[in-house]
């Protein structure tokens, strides 16, 4: 992903996608990166789509993160993948589920009053729960996607 996507890269891991992106990399970088590991280049450049080494690329119309991410969504299909805070938004890296008491300490009184179930980023260790984010996400996402 470029720089023109940067939000759509967090609402995309939100989503529970895959998602690389950093804004200090340059074209070359992007396009090695995309080519070696087989990732799908997204981007409002259409100069780099058109570069030869690009195997799957995609433009993106909006300009809106969440209307990109919608776009994203519906271009590839991916309706029935959505999998709400699978991901860290941050470093990419898979949530993995964590017992309230270990980080009861970390929590906020009304999170700690109302949330169970919680996971941890195992590269930044922020935590997740399935609170006011997930509430946030869901009324971007298509109805019906990554419902239960
Ligand atoms: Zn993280």
């Known amino acids: 992903m470029d720089v023109n996507v940067g939000k ?14 950093d804004r200090c990399w340059k ?12 990732r799908i280049l997204l981007t409002r450049d259409l100069g780099l789509l058109q570069r030869k080494q690009v195997e799957f690329g995609r433009y993106i119309r909006a300009l809106g993160p969440s209307e990109q991410l919608l776009e994203v969504i519906g271009l590839l299909g991916l309706e029935r993948h959505v999998v709400p805070f699978s991901r860290c938004m941050v470093c990419n890296c898979p949530l993995q589920p964590i017992a309230k008491e270990k980080i009861n300490h970390r929590l906020q009184p009304l999170t700690r009053k109302y949330y169970n179930s919680f996971s941890r980023c195992p590269g930044c260790r922020r935590i997740y729960w399935p609170g006011s984010h997930l509430d946030g996400m869901r009324q971007l996402l298509p109805s019906g996607a990554g419902a239960e």
């Open 8 to 21: 759509l890269a967090r609402l995309l891991r939100m989503a529970g996608f895959d998602t690389l992106y």
């Open 27 to 38: 074209d070359d970088k992007l396009v090695a990166l995309c080519c070696r590991e087989r």
